[in-house]
C-alpha cells in the first residue's frame, strides 16, 4: 500500500508541478460556476434551494476534463519508456495502475471540495435538502472514477496521448449519452439492458437523493473493468 | 548473489530474440555482454530484471526465480536501462528520493543514501535541477544512481556509458569495478575496449545464441593460437632480411606492415616461438633487432570473427 502511495504522490506532484491541476480546478471552477450561478438555467432561475443545476453542469465539465487529465498517465510512460523503469522496481503493475487511478481522483475530490461555498451559499439562501447535496457528491466522485478508469484504460493500450484522449472520450461518449439514447428509443429487454448501461440514469438517480445498491455496482464494475484492462494492456508486453 | 540463466528463450512474434541461451554469473563477478546490435542483449537483460517474462527457461538470482519471486527478484536488482528513461520534470534529489521509496529503502535511510549516490555519482552540482535541464552525461549519472540507490545485490547495466566523456567513462568504470568487487554486475556494450576494461569475463551473443564465454585472455587464446610477432631488424638489406625470415623453419608466413616497410609481422606455426630463431638468424647475418613485439589479437578480431557467420 505505501507504494501505490508513492506512486499517488508522485502522479499529483506532476499534476501541480505541470499545471495541469491548476488549469483543471480554474476552468471547473469557472465553467461550473458560471453555469450554476450566470447563466441559462441557473440556481435563481429555478429557483429552489437545490444544488441539481450544478450537478447536471459537473455532470459534463468532469465528462470532458477527466480524459485530459488521465491521457497522460500511461501513454507518455509508455513513450519515454518510464514504464520500464517502474515496472522493474519491486512493485506491481495493479500498484502502479491503481496509484495513478487514485491520484487523479484525488484531484476531482480537491476540485470538488472547492465548490463547497456553492453548497453553503444555497443553503444560506433556503432550506436544502442536505441528503440529496451529498449524494450528489457522492454520485459524481462515482462517476468521475468511472471515467477516469476509462481514461487510464485509454491511456494504457497507446503511446499517443492525443490518441487517448480521443479515446477516451469516445468510450465514455456511449457511457454519457449513447446508451440513454438507445434505451429511449428501444423497447423491451434491449431498452432495459441500455437503460442500465446509461451514465445518467445511475447519476440522476443518486443526485434525486436516491441511493441503491444496483447503482453503486454499476459504478463499481465500471472502474474495476477498466483498471483491470489497464493492467492486462500493461502485461500484454509479456503476450505474442 | 549468483545469476543463472537457464535454457531461456524470448520470442517477438515469430522471431526469436534469444534462442536457448544459459549462462552463469557468480557473486563478485563484473560480466560483459558483448554483440551487434539486436543480438539479443537488452533482451536477455529485460528478462533478468522482469521486464519481461521469457517464453521458456528459467532466471533464478540468488535462488529466486524470476517466474515465482519478481518482486523479491526486483528489489535485488539495480537497474539502468538502456535509453535511460527519466520523470524530466522531476529534481534530481526529488527523483532519487521517489525510487528509494519505490525500492523499499527504510523512510529513515532515504535522505543518507541519496547524500551518498549524489557524492559517488558527482551530482552535487545538479542535485537541485530539474532532470530536463541536465546535459547527456549527467542524466546518465542520474540513471545510474537511482539503479544503486538501495545498494543492490545485483547491478544490471545496459550500455552504461553511453553520451558520457572520456572522463565521465574512466569514472563510470572505476565506479563500476569498485562495485563489482563485492556484487554482481551485467553490463552490457558494443564497445570492446570498456568490456575488456571493466569485465571479468566476457559474453559474446549473437543472433540470440552465446557465441563465446570466456575471461578476454581465455577469449584470445581461443581465436589465434598462433604467436604473431612485430618485428623490426636493423643492419641488412630488407630483401635479405626477408629471404631469411622466410627460411626460418618456426616461420609460416611474413607479411610486410604496409605503412611501415621496415617491419614485419612474422606468423609462427602452431604452437611454435619464433623469437629465439630471429635472434639466431640474425647474430649469424650480424644484423640487430631494433624491435620485437607480440601482436595480440585483438578484442575486435575475435567479436567479428564469431559474430560475422
Known amino acids: ?240 | 548473489m549468483d545469476i543463472i540463466v537457464e535454457k531461456v528463450t524470448k520470442l517477438y512474434g515469430a522471431q526469436k530474440a534469444v534462442d536457448n541461451i544459459s549462462f552463469k554469473v557468480n557473486t563478485g563477478e563484473v560480466l560483459g555482454f558483448l554483440g551487434p546490435n539486436g543480438a539479443g542483449k537488452t533482451t536477455t537483460m529485460k528478462a533478468i530484471t522482469c521486464f519481461l517474462a521469457p517464453n521458456e527457461g528459467d532466471i533464478t538470482v540468488g535462488g529466486l526465480s524470476v517466474r515465482e519471486n519478481p518482486e523479491k527478484v526486483k528489489s535485488l536488482i539495480g537497474y539502468l536501462p538502456e535509453s535511460n528513461p527519466l520523470y524530466q520534470e522531476m529534481q534530481v534529489v526529488d527523483y532519487l528520493a521517489f525510487v528509494a521509496e519505490l525500492q523499499g529503502v527504510p523512510k529513515e535511510q532515504i535522505p543518507g543514501r541519496i547524500r551518498e549516490m549524489i557524492k559517488i555519482c558527482g551530482l552535487s552540482g545538479e542535485k537541485s535541477k530539474n532532470i530536463r535541464e541536465l546535459s547527456k552525461g549527467y542524466k546518465q549519472r542520474v540513471g545510474l544512481a537511482q539503479a544503486l540507490i538501495h545498494d543492490p545485490e545485483v547491478l544490471v547495466l545496459d550500455e552504461p556509458t553511453t553520451g558520457l566523456d572520456p572522463n565521465q567513462i574512466a569514472e563510470i568504470r572505476d565506479l563500476i569495478r569498485k562495485i563489482g568487487k563485492e556484487k554482481t554486475v551485467i553490463l552490457s556494450s558494443h564497445i570492446l575496449a570498456e568490456v575488456e576494461a571493466t569485465c571479468d569475463r566476457i559474453l559474446i551473443i549473437s543472433n540470440g545464441r552465446i557465441v563465446a564465454n570466456g575471461t578476454p585472455a581465455e577469449l584470445r587464446m581461443r581465436a589465434h593460437g598462433d604467436e604473431i610477432l612485430k618485428v623490426k631488424i636493423g643492419g641488412g638489406e630488407p630483401e635479405d632480411i626477408f629471404i631469411a625470415l622466410e627460411d626460418l623453419e618456426t616461420v609460416r608466413s611474413i607479411a610486410i606492415m604496409d605503412n611501415s616497410p621496415e617491419y614485419f609481422e612474422v606468423h609462427s606455426h602452431e604452437n611454435e616461438n619464433s623469437a629465439r630463431p630471429i635472434f639466431e638468424m640474425c647474430a649469424e647475418n650480424n644484423w640487430y633487432i631494433e624491435e620485437l613485439t607480440p601482436v595480440e589479437t585483438r578484442l575486435e578480431d575475435i567479436f567479428r570473427e564469431v559474430t560475422m557467420n
Open chain 1, 1 to 240: 500500500m505505501s507504494k501505490t502511495w508513492t506512486i499517488v504522490r508522485r502522479e499529483l506532484q506532476s499534476f501541480f508541478d505541470s499545471l495541469t491541476a491548476y488549469i483543471m480546478l480554474v476552468a471547473f471552477l469557472g465553467f461550473s460556476g458560471f453555469f450554476t450561478w450566470i447563466s441559462g438555467n441557473d440556481i435563481f432561475f429555478i429557483g429552489q434551494a437545490s444544488l441539481q443545476s450544478f450537478f447536471s453542469i459537473a455532470y459534463w465539465t468532469l465528462f470532458l476534463f477527466i480524459p485530459a487529465l488521465t491521457m497522460r498517465q500511461l501513454a507518455e510512460e509508455n513513450k519515454t519508456g518510464t514504464l520500464e523503469m517502474l515496472l522493474t522496481k519491486p512493485i506491481s503493475d495493479w500498484q502502479i495502475v491503481f496509484g495513478k487511478f487514485l491520484s487523479t481522483l484525488i484531484l476531482i475530490v480537491i476540485a470538488l471540495f472547492l465548490t463547497f461555498p456553492y453548497y453553503f451559499t444555497v443553503w444560506s439562501l433556503g432550506p436544502i435538502d442536505h441528503g440529496a447535496v451529498i449524494l450528489g457528491y457522492v454520485g459524481l466522485i462515482l462517476m468521475s472514477s468511472a471515467y477516469i478508469s476509462i481514461g487510464l484504460f485509454a491511456s494504457s493500450v497507446t503511446n499517443n496521448q492525443i490518441v487517448a484522449f480521443l479515446l477516451a472520450l469516445i468510450i465514455g461518449i456511449f457511457f454519457h449519452v449513447i446508451f440513454g439514447v438507445l434505451a429511449s428509443s428501444l423497447t423491451g429487454a434491449a431498452g432495459s439492458v441500455f437503460d442500465y448501461l446509461s451514465m445518467s440514469t445511475h447519476f440522476s438517480a443518486i443526485s434525486r437523493g436516491v441511493i441503491d445498491s444496483r447503482d453503486i455496482i454499476y459504478f463499481l464494475s465500471i472502474v474495476v473493468m477498466g483498471l483491470m484492462g489497464s493492467e492486462a494492456s500493461l502485461a500484454k508486453r509479456n503476450l505474442n
